[in-house]
């Protein structure tokens, strides 16, 4: 190798270390990406009142059950694909890809969904240990999960979770928006009041 080729290799060599140094600086000087997570909805007693049925805000603020095997379950069960959302602040919990039939009467999901909106907490109530699952955004109660039943799904894990707890919205419809939460209590009451009116004559 003559003295002309050996200048070209070594200006050839330092241009390539000037670019991966400049392409390094670069990297290293970028802003760390911050994962935003959603604002907390906090409400009064009174407040969620007005958007809730009777029957969710037991179950949700209160740390209720709903009874096994009962109208929110059937219809659960009859709910093709789609996605289910915190009844108190719409934020995702779960999706039909999730859920499973447990035959324990309340709607059961084999892992949260990928927004990751659902806390799980110990609970030592009744005297018992449990873990006790929470909508992160607004802490309402959802129910709780079990582990290791024997149920053959990828994470042998159940959420038991209530169905007054949850708002589905079908694939591909809208994303329920947090002022739609007035309008979904006025149509759940007056669908309850239809179900519960006498026949006509």
Not at 144 to 162: A, L, Q, S, W
Request: charge should be positive; aromatic fraction near 8%.
């Amino acid at each position: 190798m003559n003295l002309r080729h050996t200048a070209c290799l070594l200006a050839a060599t330092a241009l390539v270390a000037i670019a991966i140094a400049d392409d390094k600086a670069a990297t290293t000087n970028k802003p760390p990406t911050v994962e935003t997570q959603p604002a907390k909805v906090v409400k009064t007693d009174a407040e969620w009142r007005k958007l809730l049925t009777p029957e969710q805000f037991r179950v949700t603020r209160t740390a209720g059950t709903e009874r096994p095997f009962g109208e929110a379950y059937e219809l659960f069960n009859k709910q093709g694909e789609g996605t289910y959302f915190c009844v108190c602040c719409n934020a995702e919990l779960f999706t039909s890809k999730e859920k499973f039939h447990s035959g324990c009467g309340w709607p059961s999901f084999y892992d949260t969904s990928k927004a990751k909106g659902v806390l799980e907490r110990r609970d030592t109530t009744l005297g018992m240990t449990r873990i006790e699952t929470v909508c992160k955004r607004c802490d309402a109660h959802l129910g709780h999960v079990f582990e290791g039943e024997g149920y053959k799904t990828p994470t042998d894990r159940r959420f038991c979770i209530n169905a007054a707890a949850l708002r589905f919205v079908p694939a591909n419809a809208a994303k329920p928006d947090l002022k739609d939460l007035e309008q979904s209590k006025k149509d759940a009451l007056k669908a309850r009041a239809e179900e519960e009116a006498p026949p006509k004559p």
